[in-house]
């Protein structure tokens, strides 16, 4: 599906404290803030109002954070209070570009969040890099852990940084997971999103922290590298998203991308059986004794694929990786003690386990073609 401008600007996330003087469009933000004195409101947007906005804000003076209350952020990012306005939400924000409205912004109190976006209006070219790059742009329900997203897209930094290192740590975390769907049906471009911040906050600290990698400002995109595409995914996309992300990795087959993949076998989903079959099909020998011990007889599949792994890869693992294996395959488990008023299923010392019967098998086969094959070759030598 080809996309338009605006179905890109509605995908790549808020502007929101991101405005950059070095940007030739200018960029200006209005919010508007519901009073809140029961903190009642999205957690996220709770913490701004109390611990970050108070040392943010130029004229913020004994200002109540958490009564009604509106601040605008200019083209070169000064942050100043101004007139509150009546809101029917919790949140109700503008976003302009060159002082045409360009996004209009509803959050309640739950989190839920409403964006529109206006058509016609050109996007500086990183934030539209960065949409690519994130993979918004996909026609389909999005879920990312914004503490993990925000924390790839940021350089290190000291936590005693001041309070966007505050804004880009504690403020991720309270925004937790964020979620989003974007309706392409409609002619206005609108977005739903739910989470801990709704839409605005975790878009605002995405973009700012891409931010801080370099100072080239807003008018220069980001390359877009597949590689470091689906490294984000696997790392802060959720269910669907993040399963693709190992399939493409083991694709990709290079040394990152086999990082990746062996962090991958400690997820508690189908996402681990993704990653085995990535590393399988990247030929990375060094993992299989790491693929055998991912296999759990809770997650379907894992077993099969640890006997693939072992079938395609033992040939070209070393001896050390060999020798683990074996160790993992012929220790004994360890055995809860029955209940006494529970007589035992079967005799101490036997062993049916899954994975056992998987290797064997797969040794057997593998025994099977070397024979094969050097029969083959012996019959040939005869004649």
């Known amino acids: 599906m080809t996309m338009g401008r605006r179905q890109i600007a509605i995908a790549c996330g808020c502007l929101f404290a991101a405005a950059n003087p070095l940007a030739s469009q200018a960029i200006e933000v209005e919010v508007h803030l519901a009073a809140d004195p029961e903190r009642s409101g999205p957690p996220g947007w709770t913490w701004l109002r109390e611990a970050a906005l108070p040392r943010v804000v130029g004229n913020w003076g004994d200002r109540d954070s958490l ?10 990012g000064k942050i100043e209070l101004i007139e509150a306005g009546a809101t029917e939400a919790y949140l109700e924000a503008t976003v302009r570009i060159d002082s045409a409205d360009w996004l209009a912004a509803t959050c309640d109190v739950l989190g839920c969040e409403t964006w529109r976006c206006a058509g016609g209006i050109e996007l ?16 389909e329900a999005h879920v990312f852990d914004t503490p993990a997203l925000v924390a790839h897209l940021a350089p290190a930094m000291a936590h005693d940084d001041g309070p966007w290192a505050d804004l880009l740590t504690i403020g ?6 964020t979620r989003f769907v974007i309706d392409w049906s409609s002619s206005e471009s609108i977005a739903h999103g739910y989470g801990g911040g709704g839409l605005l906050l975790p878009a605002a600290l995405a973009v700012i922290a891409e931010l801080q ?25 959720r269910s669907g998203a993040r399963f693709e992300a190992a399939a493409q990795l083991g694709r990709l087959g ?9 962090r991958l076998l400690w997820t508690e989903d189908a996402t681990r059986s993704s ?16 693929i055998v011990h991912a296999a759990d007889k809770k997650l379907r599949g894992t077993h099969g694929l640890a006997a693939v792994a072992v079938f395609n890869l033992w040939d070209d693992a070393d001896e050390s990786t060999r020798e683990a294996i074996a160790s993992a395959v012929l220790a004994p488990e360890p055995r809860t003690p029955a209940p006494e008023s529970v007589a035992p299923t079967a005799p101490d010392g036997t062993s049916n386990h899954a994975t056992i019967l998987a290797l064997l098998f797969a040794c057997f086969v593998v025994t099977l073609v070397r024979y094969v094959k050097l029969e083959s070759r012996l019959r040939a030598q005869r004649s």
């Not at 500086?124 to 026609?139: D, E, F, N, T, Y």
């Not at 991720?172 to 997971?177: K, S, T």
């Not at 990698?213 to 996309?237: C, K, M, S, V, Y």
């Open 67 to 76: 009564a009604a209350l509106s601040f605008h952020v200019d083209a070169h």
């Open 275 to 290: 990653a085995m079959a990535g590393l399988i099909r990247a030929g990375s020998s060094a993992s299989l004794s790491r």
């Open 172 to 177: 991720a975390v309270e925004c937790g997971d």
């Open 124 to 139: 500086p070219p990183r934030l539209m890099s960065l949409a690519h790059l994130l993979g918004v742009q996909r026609p």
């Open 254 to 262: 290079e040394a990152e991308s086999i990082d990746v993949l062996e």
């Open 213 to 237: 990698n370099d100072d080239r400002g807003l008018d220069h995109a980001r390359p877009f590298d597949e590689r470091e595409h689906w490294r984000i995914q696997a790392f802060t996309a």
